[in-house]
């Protein structure tokens, strides 16, 4: 198993780019989770998903949009990029809502 | 203990001692409690986890302690190894909200 898969591992963009970051998990969790890292921070919820075609914000959703056409895949998009988007983005994902969680390798983005 | 904003904890310990890390957490209809260990550049990865019917669980090298009446959570790590250096973080889920994440603790490994 390849657990959780994210892309790209790095990234740059200028303001107002968008782009999309993705995430693919093997292991037929149902639900998925989209996290930003902020140096010295706990890790903060954007999106979720409970399964196939479902989804919800959490707890910081600006400027962002998710998609979950299928079991595996669950993209992020970010829209209009600004430099306060600048982060890690960890993707994770779960056997049962809210518990143990099994995160990628994670995404970081720079806007300038 | 756990912290938030740009500096974290740091605890240093010589390798081969016991290292102790603490976290307190904010709501006491949580239920359920996981440490997670991140090395840099890494995504978190589970250590060990304990229910709120539980003060105690042992894993390979790590118990993880649970006092509810204060709100406090422990990770011990026993024979520190070189490798055990990263940022150790815990959450809290349960009780009908989203898990909350913690800012973490560094844990620096002297050879």
């Known amino acids: 198993n390849a657990g959780v898969t994210q892309t790209p591992k790095f990234r740059i963009l200028k303001i107002g780019q968008s782009m999309t970051l993705q995430c693919t998990q093997d292991m037929n969790h149902n639900y998925m989770y989209w996290y930003r890292q902020d140096p010295g921070m706990g890790l903060k919820l954007i999106y979720y998903s409970v399964g196939a075609g479902i989804t919800d914000k959490g707890e910081v959703p600006n400027g962002y949009n998710v998609s979950r056409s299928t079991t595996e895949d669950f993209p992020l998009r970010l829209e209009l990029a600004a430099p306060s988007q600048t982060s890690v983005y960890f993707c994770?994902?779960?056997?049962?809502?809210?518990?143990?969680?099994?995160f990628g390798p994670g995404t970081r983005l720079l806007v300038l | 203990g756990e912290s938030v904003g740009l500096h974290l904890p740091t605890l240093s310990v010589q390798e081969g001692d016991n290292s102790i890390i603490n976290c307190a957490y904010s709501?006491?209809?949580?239920?359920?409690f996981i440490w997670y260990k991140q090395e840099s550049g890494k995504g978190p990865q589970f250590i060990i986890d304990?229910?709120?019917?539980?003060d105690k669980r042992q894993g390979q090298r790590v118990t993880v302690l649970l006092n509810k009446t204060v709100k406090h959570l422990s990770l011990q790590i026993a024979a520190t190894q070189p490798g055990d250096s990263a940022v150790y973080f815990c959450?809290?889920?349960?009780?009908?909200?989203?898990?909350?994440f913690g800012a973490g603790t560094r844990l620096f490994v002297k050879a």
């Open positions: 994770a994902s779960s056997w049962r809502f809210q518990e143990t969680q099994y």
């Open positions: 959450a809290e889920a349960g009780g009908g909200f989203k898990t909350i």
């Open positions: 304990i229910r709120s019917n539980m």
């Open positions: 709501n006491s209809a949580s239920d359920y």
